[in-house]
């Protein structure tokens, strides 16, 4: 069995969070179309969310690095909870973590790493398909790049 890392990321939380979107969504509670923020980190600091997410082997801290690094992570965890999860930048410039409702709406958070569930030939389990989108880093601290 291959292992996967996630980080700082807690699959159990994740899940949980994910249940608690889709409750909302079936109750009508959920405002925005498409899309969910799960996690916000406060924070658009790169320094700052390597800490939080535990991306200590970044090689260098740059813009760039750390999204790649996130691009990798989303990968991971949406193979893990076979969900479309995407990082993204919410509207107050901090890191967040999103979870699609609906494929179409993914490039609407600025995601990174986003992966869509999709149907596949009867028998042979689900899909997942990777879409790497370019994130909006205009609202992100930029003093390390």
């Known amino acids: 069995m291959e292992e996967a890392k996630i980080y700082g990321l807690c699959l159990e939380r ?22 969910i923020l799960l996690e916000s980190y406060n924070t658009g600091d790169i320094d700052e969310i390597v800490d939080i997410l535990e ?13 790649e690094k996130l691009e990798d992570l989303a990968y991971t965890v949406c193979i893990l909870t076979r969900e479309a999860l995407s990082f993204g930048i919410t ?17 609407a958070a600025s995601p990174v790493g986003a992966c869509v569930e999709t149907s596949s030939p009867a028998g042979a389990g689900p899909h997942v398909s990777v879409s790497l989108l370019q994130p909006d880093l205009s609202r992100v601290d930029a003093t390390n790049t």
């Not at 969504?25 to 498409?34: A, M, T, V």
């Not at 991306?55 to 999204?67: A, F, S």
Request: glycine share 12%.
């Open 55 to 67: 991306l200590y082997d970044v090689e260098e801290r740059t813009t760039g690095q750390v999204w």
């Open 91 to 107: 509207p107050e410039g901090c890191f967040g973590l999103y979870l699609a409702l609906e494929p179409e709406e993914i490039g």
């Open 14 to 35: 994740l899940r949980y969070q994910i249940r608690n979107a889709k409750r909302k969504k079936d109750n009508g509670s959920y405002l925005s179309p498409g899309k």
